[in-house]
């Protein structure tokens, strides 16, 4: 299906501004022949401390569970 460009060819888009277009992250990726799947994570179990996980925990509960900030579009892979 071809759909119209969201992007601009040409112009500089910065982290920030993807989240000032009007249309659904999906789509924004699309445009960039790119798409992300949520998925529920299995990851290692530990006793150890881990001091970053305090920062994880506060961003998790600063943001809401849809707004969680994405990595840049060229950071995901396909």
Not at 3 to 21: D, H, N, Q, V
Request: proline residues 12%.
């Amino acid at each position: 299906m071809n759909r119209p460009k969201i992007l601009r060819p040409g112009e500089s888009y910065t982290f920030a501004k993807y989240f000032e277009l009007a249309y659904d992250i999906g789509d924004i990726l699309a445009d960039l022949d790119c798409r992300f799947d949520r998925t529920l994570l299995n990851l290692p179990k530990t006793d150890q401390v881990i001091p970053e996980l305090k920062d994880v925990r506060s961003i998790t509960r600063y943001y809401p569970k849809e707004r969680l900030p994405l990595p840049p579009p060229n950071a995901i892979a396909t």
